[in-house]
């Protein structure tokens, strides 16, 4: 395999969890958040979604360095790194919330909707940034 080869598919590999996951969130728009399974799945999808985003950017991050193009290659870091960071500060804010939501409290429930919208806004930019960045990443002529 080429090094252009690894880094058309890492670049696809990256867009594979993104891709679902900008698919697969707005689905739990349309459930109400006050039920306790259907904020367990919803946690369990954002936990599986940064534990992929993590793997794949880190074969993205060595897939484009091993071609030899670090900028790309530390971008793809960032995102990966991104996904660590994230998943513990997300997923902790998610437990928090239900936990008040499960104690009675009013605004729990709002906020977890909260933590969904932003989840889905990040990965919405992540992918329309890496999507819009496939010309620059292309192997020069």
């Known amino acids: 395999m080429t090094p252009d080869q690894a880094v058309l598919f890492s670049t696809i ?3 594979v969890p993104m891709g679902y996951f900008l698919l697969a969130a707005p689905a739990f728009l349309l459930v109400k958040l006050d039920v306790p399974p259907v904020t367990r799945l919803l946690r369990g999808m954002f ?17 484009f360095a091993a071609a030899g193009r670090f900028v790309v290659a530390l971008f793809i870091a960032l995102i990966a790194a991104f996904a660590v960071l994230g998943r513990r500060w997300f997923l902790a804010r998610m437990d928090a919330e239900t936990d008040a939501r499960d104690a009675g409290d009013p605004g ?5 909707r909260q933590l969904h919208w932003s989840g889905m806004l990040c990965n919405a930019v992540q992918v329309f940034a890496l999507v819009g960045s496939i010309p620059y990443m292309a192997p020069p002529a």
């Open 47 to 63: 936990n599986a979604y940064f534990l992929v985003l993590t793997g794949s950017g880190v074969i993205g991050t060595l897939a």
């Open 108 to 112: 729990a429930v709002r906020r977890l």
């Open 13 to 15: 590999i990256l867009l």
